[in-house]
């Protein structure tokens, strides 16, 4: 989450990591809290940051503050909170 395209040796690492790998950290996030927190998440995250650049601890932020609940270990587990920038 916190990468720039720069940080990966190549292509097929990069497409693995984004294309592949984000798109399952969001079904674990969704599955780990449910559709209500999850939608309810995203569109928290969306009022913060419609005007503005996004980061990923602000989605970390968006989606506890929706969910109620401790997501560190599971950011950490998939991005590494180090990482969210």
Do not use: C, H
């Not at 503005?52 to 506890?64: K, P, S, V």
């Amino acid at each position: 989450m916190g990468s720039s395209v720069l940080d990966f040796p190549d292509f097929d690492t990069y497409e693995t990591v984004i294309y592949r790998k984000g798109p399952l950290f969001l079904d674990a996030l969704r599955q780990e809290i449910g559709d209500e927190a999850f939608f309810s998440g995203l569109q928290q995250y969306y009022e913060w940051y419609k005007f503005g650049i996004g980061t990923g601890q602000g989605f970390l932020e968006a989606m506890q503050q929706a969910s109620m609940k401790d997501l560190r270990p599971l950011f950490d587990e998939w991005v590494g909170l180090d990482n969210l920038r």
